[in-house]
């Protein structure tokens, strides 16, 4: 078996596989022979039947099984032990004169076109500019955080003197006819009601202005508006059990709570921050702030590595690229798509693909690599930013550490921070190689213009960004 690399130009090229006999007539006949011992054929005992029979029911189909396996590793072996750097993947010529016979042929030629990477220079110094932008929350954004935070932390407390709709209202619930207990009737210890929930307004209004000591006689059922749920909820039972429900109860208030927002003291800085990070007001809002504003850094990195790629795209501009075999290869592995649909396309998926190899460029030519350690590092980083959005910034230690394993035992997941943490170091070479100009911007402006970006770029969106494959590592 013989192989070869028959170059078109810088771009473009042919893989010939050249095959004789003997490279795969043994492993026909052992597959045969296999076939022979397991046919169960009428007239014939098992493992018996001629290997002429086998050959005729069997032969071409065998033949033609171990030469594709036989081509197609051969293939994949040549790429890898040629360190071609392709893009797309292999496209058998089926055209007429390149056809085979594969039962009279004694020498077989099999021709895959390919599609090689370009060779180019990128040149990214301090004479190419990038934005940088310090996002800082908004003064009024910032205190209704503040407010949050004090309002999330807070607690109930009892209170002396009349109810408000907001207030608990707890108490005894007993069941009463005409005004008297009901003999054998419910009673439910510590009942909790909100005025503000009940529905019937002359029920709620008999709630709020009620103290400590008072008793107030009401219907479940008319105070919800026979909502079985909300019933079943004040009652301590079940929906199924409230249905024939329909009396009197009388609440005796036993106490009455209210909610009152955290003060800012040590209590709430531990609560929000973990115990000890910071012990003075202007401490919290220091770090509270710093944390809220790094919440931004996904969407800075984004503005940044896309206006990166606009100026690399820019660069890449007259770098040859086997334009036809692309087209030919987007056309063919998809059944869906339509030439036409390739040819709108392709100007969106070139910029992708430059994009992609640059990047691939400046990994290997700067050794830039990814450790586990930077994937575990990511990994944390991003549950503590999910947890963050509800408001969760201060999670017990093994709370994170096992969400953060979770992830990291999802291969889809894995992979995507593999990714994340190249580009992370893609950033912070471009950071140290380029010249960065520094933006300081308010977050509702950086939004604007997030939104603006995203609108413009939505047409990069195309359906499918053919990439490179470098064999030699995969």
Known sequence: MKSTLNKTDDVNGTIVIELEKA??????????????????????RQGKVPKSVIQKMYGKAVLVDEINKLVTDELGNYIRENKLKILGEPISDDSEEKQVDLENDELMKFYFDIALTPEF????????????????????????????????????????????DTDLIKGTLTEVEAGVDTENGQVIENAVLMPSYVKDETVKNSFIGAKVGD???????????????????????????????????????????????AEMNQELFN????????????????????????????????????????????????????DAFLKRWLLESSEERTAEQVEEDYPKIMEDLKFHIAKQKIVEEHEIKVEFSDIEALA????????????????????????TKSLLEKEETVQNLVERATEDKIIQWLKENVTVVEKDIFSNDFNKMMS??????EEHSADETVEETDTAED
């Open 452 to 457: 603006e970006h995203a609108h413009l770029h």
């Open 380 to 403: 944390a980083e991003v549950a503590k930013a999910q947890f963050a959005q509800y408001g969760m910034t201060n999670l017990p230690a093994d709370v994170l550490q096992n969400y």
């Open 215 to 261: 008793s107030v006689v009401f219907n479940p059922k008319t105070a919800y508006d026979n909502n079985e749920a909300e019933v079943a909820s004040l009652l301590q039972t079940t929906k199924d059990k409230v249905a024939d429900i329909n009396c009197d109860f009388r609440f005796d208030i036993k106490e009455v709570t209210r909610y009152q927002e």
């Open 271 to 322: 609560k929000v921050l973990g115990d000890g990070v910071v012990t003075t007001e202007e401490e919290f809002r220091n770090k509270v702030g710093a944390e809220l504003n790094n919440q931004f850094k996904p969407n800075v990195d984004h503005l940044f590595i896309h206006e990166a790629r606009d100026i690399i795209v820019e660069k890449m501009n007259d770098v040859q690229f086997p």
């Open 23 to 44: 490279d795969y007539q043994e492993k026909v006949d052992k597959s045969l022979n296999q076939y022979r011992q397991k046919a169960n054929i009428p007239g014939f």
């Open 121 to 164: 220079e990128l040149v990214l110094d301090k004479e190419t500019q990038l934005n940088w932008y310090h996002v800082k929350l908004e003064d009024e954004l910032f205190e209704k955080q503040m407010d949050a935070y004090k309002q999330n932390y807070g607690t109930y407390v009892s209170v002396e003197g009349e109810a408000k």
